[in-house]
């Protein structure tokens, strides 16, 4: 069975801290990674979307992949109270019409 | 870029109606179209991927003759929740995408039956 994992939360930090997400998968064969941001009553936001190895910044985020370890992260660094949200890792399955496995979430609070 | 308009944002209504949901995408073409399912404090669940002008592809235990889903155009999927029951009680989203792009979300359509 195709899995998404995401750490059991929920994560508190602090204002300004960096706060840190993690998401393993078990297909090898995933080739499309997406990490979705998720305020409570709202309909999921795109926020990063990584292909290859490596890392990939977009202002205060950062995802990180590793397809060898099948492990997809994402940093959000400066946190603000703002960014207090469900953080969805998805995983594309390859093949036909490229369906999204999504993770339980993860839900992030940044204290003032 | 890649905006999803989803209609109607709250329905209520009695056991045994029929409910219809809109899912628009407003400024691209959108090969691929999806529905999903949301329970309180629970990750999405796909119930049916969709393109445009062919039949809908039903994940396992979805109920392809109650949950009606039409992808007739590019860019318009309906989903028809037919005779709805209080267990239908969900956040309903949808999502397009176009090809080797990302999926974007519709604000979503949060169904209350009575």
């Known amino acids: 069975q195709k899995e998404v994992e995401q750490n059991s939360g929920p994560l508190s930090v602090p204002e300004g801290a960096i706060a840190s997400l993690n998401c393993t998968y078990s297909?090898?064969?995933?080739?499309?990674f997406f990490w979705y941001r998720q305020y409570s009553g709202k309909s999921p936001e795109l926020i990063m979307s990584?292909?290859?190895?490596g890392d990939k910044e977009d202002g205060r985020f950062t995802a990180q992949l590793n397809k060898a370890s099948q492990y997809v992260s994402l940093l959000i660094r400066d946190s603000q109270p703002s960014d207090s949200a469900t953080y969805l890792c998805?995983?594309?399955?390859?093949?036909?019409?490229?369906?999204?496995?999504f993770g339980k979430g993860i839900t992030l609070s940044v204290r003032p | 870029g890649a905006v999803v308009s989803q209609h109607p944002s709250r329905v209520i209504c009695k056991s045994g109606t029929s409910v219809k949901i809109e899912c628009r995408s407003l400024?691209?073409?959108?090969?691929?179209m999806f529905w999903y399912r949301q329970f309180p404090k629970q990750s999405l669940m796909l119930m049916a991927t969709?393109?445009?002008?062919?039949?809908?592809?039903?994940e396992q235990g979805v109920e392809k003759d109650k949950f009606l889903i039409n992808h007739a155009s590019l860019t318009l999927s309906t989903l028809t929740v037919t005779s709805a029951h209080p267990e239908d009680s969900s956040f309903y989203i949808c999502?397009?995408?176009?090809?080797?792009?990302?999926?974007?979300f519709g604000d979503g359509t949060r169904l209350s039956i009575l």
């Open positions: 999502s397009a995408r176009e090809p080797d792009q990302p999926q974007h």
């Open positions: 297909d090898r064969g995933s080739q499309s």
């Open positions: 990584i292909y290859s190895n």
């Open positions: 998805a995983v594309n399955i390859p093949g036909a019409n490229s369906k999204l496995t």
């Open positions: 400024d691209f073409q959108a090969t691929t």
């Open positions: 969709s393109n445009e002008g062919s039949k809908a592809t039903y």
